[in-house]
């Protein structure tokens, strides 16, 4: 199953958030959207970082309530490992679990087109487990 089929059944709106917003409203949007990681998106539209809640709490660990008013370029992580469309779910599972993040953003032409995550890729491999659990209890009913 490629990562195109997982984006299909999702919002096409990706959440995304600047370097110099704080830390405090970037944690309220995905309070709000209910999302684990967000999207760091420069000047010209490209991505510079991802923010991820495990950013903040470690943030708040360092720093306490001051923390919130930090900008989320002083946190964000500026590296980020990105995908495309074409790749399979299990690929991007392998590569999430070797970098030891939840989350990733797929560039198609340049272009942020969404992002999953590691809770996404999951259910899909699921629902894909139990449906040739069923075709083989089929299988073997009638044979
Ligand atoms: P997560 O497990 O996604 O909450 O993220 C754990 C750490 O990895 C945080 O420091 C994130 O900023 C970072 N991170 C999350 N996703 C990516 C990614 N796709 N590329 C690089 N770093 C990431």
Redesign the pocket.
């Known amino acids: 199953m490629s990562v195109a089929s997982i984006l299909s059944g999702k919002s096409t709106n990706v959440i995304t958030t600047t370097p110099d917003m704080s830390l405090h409203e970037t944690a309220q949007t995905m309070a709000q959207k209910g999302i684990?990681?967000i999207i760091v998106i420069g000047a010209s539209g490209e991505i510079v970082g991802?923010?991820?809640?495990?950013?903040i709490m470690r943030a708040i660990a360092e720093s306490g309530a001051a923390a919130l008013d930090h900008r989320v370029s002083t946190h964000?992580?500026k590296?980020?490992?990105t995908t495309d469309l074409a790749s399979s779910a299990v690929s991007v599972m392998q590569r999430m679990t070797a970098?030891r993040?939840?989350?990733?953003?797929i560039v198609e032409d340049g272009k942020l087109a969404g992002v999953v995550s590691i809770g996404d890729l999951i259910k899909h491999r699921l629902s894909q487990l139990e449906e040739e659990q069923q075709a083989l209890k089929e299988y073997i009913a009638t044979a």
């Open positions: 684990g990681a991802i923010l991820s809640e495990r950013d964000m992580t590296k980020v490992v970098g993040f939840r989350h990733m953003p």
